[in-house]
């Protein structure tokens, strides 16, 4: 299983950027949980939002509210849509897949918020 993630870039506060990880080697429903997070520098990596076995959604509480997440079974990718950036949202973003005993991890995409 590989996960391809795309569309980081460099965008203004306030502004929206939307990432992808178009998974192959698997179906993407056959991946119990999926999820993006996030590494700013000198810091952990941290999750930022999951979509869980059964289909529950949960958010880190910095992005409630901004940051919305999704599954496209027919596109066999996941989505991160990412609304009203901010400064502290500059970080790498990775998407995750974890089936059973196996984790899979994207490459990561740089997200540069700033003016």
């Known amino acids: 299983v590989q996960l391809q993630a795309s569309g980081g870039g460099l965008v203004q506060p306030g502004g929206s950027l939307r990432l992808s990880c178009a998974v192959s080697g698997s179906r993407i429903f056959s991946i119990n949980d999926m999820g993006w997070y996030r590494q700013a520098p000198g810091e952990q990596r941290e999750l930022v939002a999951g979509i869980i076995r059964g289909g529950s959604i949960l958010y880190a509480d910095s992005v409630k509210g901004r940051f919305t997440i999704s599954r496209d079974n027919a596109e066999n990718t996941l989505y991160l849509q990412m609304n009203s950036l901010k400064p502290e949202d500059t970080a790498v973003y990775y998407c995750?897949?974890?089936?059973?005993?196996?984790?899979?991890w994207g490459q990561g995409t740089l997200v540069t918020v700033s003016s």
């Open positions: 995750n897949g974890r089936r059973g005993p196996y984790n899979y």
